[in-house]
């Protein structure tokens, strides 16, 4: 099934809602993080994504998520900070969400890509093609430096 995620409307950081479609012609990699996981250092290479691939047009968008393990548990302008200071994170990272259960958007769509389901855990990966479709979905324990992942972004970005 395919997925589009235009329409979809998100919080950002500073509360405004925004239309994912306002994001129309670049690449996005949409990333549930958390500030006290064993994944954290993925902010790092997340950033390197997105400093490599910026030019081109990927776009990494953080989604911060205390619904695993309660490990975000600070207020988004804590989560920045921590995430600028600690790994050099500067992509934007809105509010906070709800990946599992009762999910909050942009997770109530993203969970309807194969395989459909709940997010598993912190720092779930959705590869977002220009056109807002979905083109990927990639397990937390998938790196931002994966051969597989690098591959699809430049795919996505018609390299």
């Not at 949409?30 to 390197?48: D, F, K, M, W």
């Not at 911060?64 to 994170?89: H, R, T, W, Y």
Request: some cysteine.
């Amino acid at each position: 099934m395919l997925v589009n995620v235009k329409d979809t409307i998100v919080e950002t950081s500073s509360g405004e809602k925004k239309k994912l479609g306002d994001y129309s012609g670049k690449v996005l990699l949409i990333v549930n993080v958390a500030s006290r996981c064993g994944n954290t250092p993925q902010y790092s290479g997340l950033q390197e994504l997105q400093d490599k691939y910026k030019e081109k047009g990927l776009l990494i968008l953080g989604f911060p998520c205390n619904d695993f393990g309660g490990q975000e548990p600070g207020k988004v302008e804590e989560i920045k900070e921590f995430c600028s200071l600690n790994f050099g994170a500067k992509f934007e990272i809105f509010n906070k969400v709800h990946a599992k259960g009762d999910t909050t958007e942009p997770y109530t769509t993203l969970n309807k890509v194969d395989p459909k389901g709940d997010v598993s855990w912190n720092f779930e990966k959705f590869l977002v093609g220009k056109d807002g479709v979905v083109i990927a979905r990639f397990q937390p324990n998938i790196e931002p430096a994966n051969e597989e992942l690098i591959a699809a972004i430049e795919v996505a970005l018609d390299f």
